[in-house]
């Protein structure tokens, strides 16, 4: 038997938009006991938690791991050894491996592998066509049995209204959601950058926000129609957040998610051609960054994930139209939501572990490390007199297109405990 | 004794935005004295004898190529044309490869043309040369656009308060965003002409959208620069044909007489191609500064790489302790 | 730095007269073609003008900008204004007096005789300067001079004229102990 009182932390909870100053006592890593000022008996390991924050695990329900087909950008175990750098103790990861994850002995495969190469348990979506080629459906139901969770053809966006239709249909019968990418592939064609005066002047060719729009608007009046459960995934623009508020109103089972990068950065960054700024849905306008957070206090979009996507150097070297879109989050997540929205006040810390730990947990179906008696143990802890430089040095991930690499954020994560054990000690 | 320019030296030219309004009218001016050296027997001056300029061109483009090689062997300095074809980046090969490969030739200039903006400010970073931006993507062409404006300035002096007009696909042309910024910082008044299609509202607030060639007339422009159009455009939709493009944002013959009898001046950065921007009739109007342009784009291109300093090379430091 | 005057407004200008003395004595009334260097060597050059005028000399007029003929431009902090150069008459054959107000290293007047050569081959280049200062880095040397002044290669002598600096003299700043 063994005990650990984490003494003199603050802990951020559901509760409550600040924190809250409070002790822990864990038993066999399981949550006892919450309470200011708990006493420390014989048996007690004590944590000295002062000055630090503690918070709820987090989890990021869109991750791209790259294995297998794309090693030399990021493995399953550099792509999780950098979720949990960044605090995260769980993701899913995306089906556009190569070969592409669409048959349950593909789901299969992958899950063994991340059972022996990852610390923390590593969720698997599935393609929800086969070939992620948009036109036959995946068998959906045996990856089902595997324990997928979502079916998505991730940046492929479906083009017929058709296969989303059955698709929709065909998944209410599984306990799984159908993500969706929310783009017109006929609107954003070659475009590499948001349409507007900054593309204009850069003379790159512009994605119009009508391309992602449009797409949402189809994707969930699909969904409606044939009572679907859908999760659109990187929503970037105020009309997109528009729609699926108004879907929520209307009863629709949908969910879905921004990126802290759309939340934080907008087109100007462009300036200078950084392909590290390049990533589909592209950054959009600062009326779209209020809309979004706006989005995300009123629970309209119900998490904060990554959409982490690394990219080798030599990719991202390329000019701006032949580099991939995509940047790297998992690592910097936490930190810049706290540097930018929560010293900020913009965002309250209750905000901030539903968007980054609960609702990406309840999609993985993985149990809530919210501090209650009874959860398990899993948090994760921040140091607010720390700063971290963002750097390929500080990196785990194998990839460093991140948009704040060379920036300095506040507060550093100083431990990721999980149960008995702090998995960055 | 001569007096000296009071600006730092700037490596490249990049976009005319970063250029000052005194800087654009001091590459003119010293573009002044190269245009009267054609008249002479010896067109040479050995201003960047034992300097090499590298023409790296991504896209072809004999035109701008061929202006820049003269330009440069009339200073005297050391000409290499450098074609990359555009499937080597397919192959592997990153343009951070190519620059490294070129850096140990010990090159001064490099003039850069690239079928996607931003590649001139990316090897500029990575490079000692001085780096001319000689067109990228849809973004930028300032050695056009310096060219323009000094052959505006040869007709009209004082260029405040003048008026021109940009005609024709301003979306996908890097000549039109670097012409308003140079005429724009050079007091000119702006308007722009062209299908809805191909003249987006993100166009700068400084220019006029004139939607039809009465409001051109209206605007009353001294100069009417005519774009070359792409003829690709036409399978994207941007406008139903040729023949409907000519008559409605092309110089007919109609509209041509108004213009001769109004004096205005034609410019097009060239290649022309005829009966669609302007109708044959035009090639031979006294007016038409076509070929002038061309002769200007010399002056003006040895003006541009008189004016840039490339960084000094430095030795590497012999390593500590050996 | 220390000045010293070296040329008063009406030393200067019996300087100058005493150049275009001896100018006559060589060339008599021509015909000559007067070539300055910009800057201040044009000005020394429409001097010497007014004096050959006087006698009765026939003139031509032309003006040189060496800039683009430098060999020191990438040592240079700035770039020099290019001005243009104005040679209105025939080179071949003509006999050519080059005029600048200072003669240092020589660099100046070999750039301009390259300038000249460009335009064709004359029959003579002469070379006239108000003050020799000595520190020739090249085989150089000048037709007529004005006056010659002890200098240090360190230091800077200034001519100044009335048409572009004010007022006429010639100013010599030593470094200090020197």
């Known amino acids: 038997m063994s005990e650990l009182l984490f003494q003199g932390g603050q802990l951020a909870v559901t509760t409550q938009s600040d924190l809250l100053q409070a002790d822990i006592r864990v038993l066999d890593g399981i949550i006892q006991e919450i309470g200011p000022h708990l006493q420390a008996s014989d048996q007690h390991q004590v944590i000295n938690c002062s000055g630090k924050i503690l918070i709820p695990a987090l989890a990021d329900a869109h991750v791209h791991l790259r294995e297998p087909g794309r090693e030399d950008a990021e493995t399953i175990a550099s792509g999780t050894e950098a979720a949990l750098a960044g605090g995260f103790t769980h993701v899913l990861a995306m089906p556009n491996t190569d070969p592409p994850i669409d048959t349950g002995g593909m789901v299969t495969f992958v899950q063994t592998m991340a059972r022996n190469k990852a610390r923390i348990p590593v969720s698997v979506a599935g393609s929800l066509t086969q070939g992620r080629e948009g036109s036959k459906l995946a068998e959906i139901a045996d990856m089902a049995t595997q324990g997928v969770v979502m079916v998505t053809d991730c940046n492929h966006a479906l083009q017929d209204e058709y296969v989303l239709r059955r698709a929709l249909e065909y998944t209410r019968h599984f306990d799984m959601v159908v993500g969706v990418y929310p783009d017109t592939p006929s609107l954003s064609r070659e475009g590499v950058m948001h349409e507007g005066r900054e593309s204009f002047r850069l003379g790159l060719p512009g994605i119009p926000a009508m391309a992602e729009e449009i797409g949402i608007e189809r994707d969930l009046r699909v969904a409606h129609a044939v009572k679907g459960r859908i999760h659109v995934q990187n929503v970037s623009t105020a009309e997109g957040v528009a729609t699926i508020r108004r879907f929520k109103e209307r009863g629709l089972n949908v969910t879905a998610e921004t990126t802290p990068h759309h939340l934080l950065l907008n087109h100007s960054a462009l300036e200078g051609y950084g392909t590290r700024f390049k990533m589909m849905p592209p950054l959009r306008t600062p009326e779209d960054q209020a809309a979004l957070l706006e989005g995300l206090k009123d629970g309209t979009l119900d998490m904060i994930a990554t959409g982490h996507a690394p990219h080798t150097d030599f990719e991202k070297n390329l000019d701006f139209l032949n580099a991939p879109f995509g940047v790297v989050g998992l690592e910097t997540a936490l930190l810049c939501v706290y540097s930018d929205l929560i010293l900020s006040g913009q965002l309250g810390w209750d905000t901030l572990i539903e968007r980054l730990s609960s609702a990406p947990r309840l999609l993985m179906k993985s149990p809530l490390t919210t501090f209650e008696p009874g959860h398990g143990f899993e948090c994760t802890i921040l140091d607010p007199s720390l700063q971290t430089t963002v750097s390929r040095e500080s990196f785990q991930s194998q990839s460093f297109n991140s948009p704040w690499l060379g920036e300095t954020l506040k507060g550093g994560i100083s431990a990721v405990w999980r149960g008995e054990t702090d998995l960055l000690g | ?322 | 730095m220390q000045e010293h005057p070296v040329l008063n407004p009406h030393e200067m200008d019996a300087a100058i007269r005493q150049l275009g003395e001896r100018i006559f004595e060589r060339h008599g009334t021509g015909p000559l073609a007067m070539v300055g260097i910009q800057t201040r060597g044009v000005t020394l050059a429409e001097r010497l003008e007014t004096v050959l005028m006087e006698k009765g000399v026939d003139l031509l007029h032309g003006t040189l900008d060496i800039s683009l003929y430098r060999d020191d431009l990438s040592n240079l902090a700035a770039l020099p204004h290019v001005k243009g150069s104005e040679i209105p008459f025939e080179v071949e054959d003509a006999t050519i007096l080059l005029c600048d107000d200072v003669l240092f290293t020589g660099r100046t007047i070999r750039a301009a005789m390259n300038v000249l050569l460009d335009y064709g081959r004359p029959n003579r280049i002469e070379l006239a300067v108000l003050v020799d200062r000595g520190h020739r880095e090249l085989p150089i040397a000048a037709t007529y001079t004005g006056i010659e002044v002890q200098t240090a290669k360190e230091d800077y002598l200034r001519v100044h004229f009335q048409e572009t600096d004010g007022s006429d003299q010639v100013i010599h700043y030593a470094q200090e102990g020197s």
């Open chain 2, 1 to 322: 004794m001569t007096e000296d320019i009071p600006s730092t030296p700037r490596k490249d030219l990049l976009t005319i935005g970063e250029l000052s309004r005194e800087e654009i009218l001091s590459i003119l001016e010293t573009a002044k004295p190269f245009k009267e050296l054609f008249t002479r027997s010896v067109k040479k001056v050995p201003t960047l004898r034992g300097k090499t300029v590298l023409n790296l061109f991504y896209e072809p483009s004999t035109r701008t190529r061929t202006s820049f090689e003269i330009a440069a062997k009339r200073l005297s300095a050391d000409v290499t044309n450098f074609a990359v074809s555009t499937s080597s980046v397919v192959k592997g090969e990153s343009i951070l490869d190519t620059i490294d490969t070129l850096q140990s030739m010990q090159v001064d200039y490099m003039v850069v043309r690239h079928k996607v903006s931003g590649v001139p400010e990316y090897i500029a970073r990575h490079t000692h040369a001085a780096v001319i931006n000689a067109g990228d993507g849809y973004h930028a062409h300032p050695t056009q656009a310096l060219l323009d404006a000094f052959t505006f300035q040869e007709i009209y002096p004082e260029m405040d308060g003048h008026r021109i007009v940009v005609a024709g696909d301003i979306l996908h042309s890097r000549v039109a965003r670097s012409v308003f910024e140079v005429m724009h910082q050079l007091g000119v008044e702006v308007g722009t002409f062209g299908p809805a299609t191909l003249v987006p509202d993100t166009v700068p607030d400084f220019v006029t959208i004139l939607t039809s060639f009465e409001e051109v007339l209206e605007f009353n422009p001294h100069v009417l620069y005519l774009l070359r159009l792409q003829l690709e455009r036409q399978q994207a939709n941007f406008f139903p044909s040729m023949r409907e493009y000519h008559r409605q944002y092309g110089v007919t013959l109609d509209r041509f007489k108004i213009l001769r009898d109004r004096g205005t001046w034609i410019m097009h950065p060239g290649p022309v191609n005829r009966g669609v921007e302007l109708v044959d009739d035009v090639m031979s109007y006294e007016r038409t500064l076509i070929n002038t342009q061309v002769e200007n784009g010399i002056a003006t291109r040895m003006a541009i790489l008189y004016h840039l300093t490339p960084e000094e090379r430095k030795r590497p430091e012999p390593e500590a302790g050996q």
